[in-house]
């Protein structure tokens, strides 16, 4: 097989991803904080943004930022050979939603590209996969991407359906142009 940079294709855009999430939980404070009424609860818009969902069988936008944040960590330990970080799953607020975002850009920060780089033949499986596996190269390309990047969408979309003042370039983020 040809080599691939995986960690070129897969860690710096996670990363990008990851802050750009991070910015959206500002603008769901921001969205709350305005339609926060004297006579409720403390954040009780932002606990209902929190648990939103965009339809009932799927999982509301606090376990979408808890996903992304495990695809990452789980990439960046998974396609360097080394242990997967172990996070609660207990984030009931914003400001734990940004630790974990930012816990989990630290960690993917302090893999290595070169533990990365040339590892498309490492064999990968997942506890739900039933003792199957991908090579590095498949599980980057064929789930890794497409799973991260459906939690990130959620996670925004649940946003947008909810009134949220966030477009396109919130989820995209600055581009490098010249």
């Not at 490492?122 to 599980?139: A, C, P, Q, R, T």
């Not at 939690?151 to 995209?172: E, Q």
């Amino acid at each position: 097989m040809e080599k691939t940079n995986l960690y070129s294709v897969s860690i710096p855009p996670m990363i990008k991803a990851l802050e750009n999430l991070s910015g959206l939980l500002d603008k769901l404070v921001a969205h709350a904080d305005s339609k926060q009424q004297s006579w409720q609860q403390p954040k009780m818009q932002e606990n209902a943004l929190l648990n939103s969902t965009l339809i009932s069988d799927q999982f509301p936008f606090i376990t979408q930022v808890r996903i992304a944040c495990d695809n990452a960590k789980g990439a960046a330990a998974r396609l360097s050979e080394i242990e997967v970080p172990k996070y609660e799953d207990n984030e009931t607020t914003v400001d734990e939603l940004k630790a974990r975002i930012q816990k989990t850009i630290a960690f993917v920060k302090s893999v290595k590209p070169e533990k990365i780089i040339g590892n498309e033949d490492v064999l990968i499986s997942l506890m739900y996969w039933e003792g199957k596996s991908l090579n590095g190269f498949e599980y980057v390309t064929e789930y890794l991407l497409p799973n991260f990047y459906f939690h990130v969408t959620t996670a925004y979309s649940i946003l947008r359906a909810n009134g949220v003042n966030v477009g396109k370039s919130d989820f995209v983020g600055e581009l490098p142009l010249k």
